[in-house]
């Protein structure tokens, strides 16, 4: 099993930027995709950003498109998420998590644990 520690999250000024890290231990597999993901207050956890180990496929969710970029640093076994142009909007607890296809990284009812998540306030 995947153990994950997200981290970086902080009170930040619309316009602002903020890079949050996710670092993972234990099981990995080299051939899975990488997620962000967040969930605001009274909503449902949804993906944010995508990632191949590789770093050859990346896609995001349109709001967030042209601002946020996921990364990865193989060998710190470490996936990032530069947020900039960060707005209200995105508020959120943010999360990481990975699994063995797309769909099943789009599907948050795939994954069986998470770890603690990473608090982002984006203030007005």
């Known amino acids: 099993q995947v153990q994950l520690v997200e981290s970086g999250g902080r009170l930040v000024q619309a316009g602002g930027s903020l890079n949050i890290s996710c670092e993972a231990s234990?099981?990995?597999?080299?051939?899975?995709?990488w997620g962000w993901f967040r969930q605001a207050p009274g909503k449902e956890r949804g993906v944010v950003a995508i990632?191949?180990?590789?770093?050859?496929?990346?896609d995001y969710i349109d709001s967030v498109k042209g601002r946020f970029t996921i990364s990865r640093d193989s060998a710190k076994n470490t996936v990032y998420l530069q947020m900039n142009s960060l707005n209200p909007e995105d508020t959120a607890v943010y999360y990481c998590?990975?699994?063995?296809?797309?769909?099943?990284?789009?599907?948050?009812?795939?994954?069986?644990?998470w770890g603690q998540g990473t608090q982002v306030t984006v203030s007005s």
């Open positions: 234990g099981r990995i597999f080299r051939n899975y995709y």
């Open positions: 990632i191949n180990w590789t770093g050859e496929y990346t």
């Open positions: 998590n990975t699994a063995p296809s797309i769909p099943a990284i789009r599907n948050t009812k795939t994954f069986r644990s």
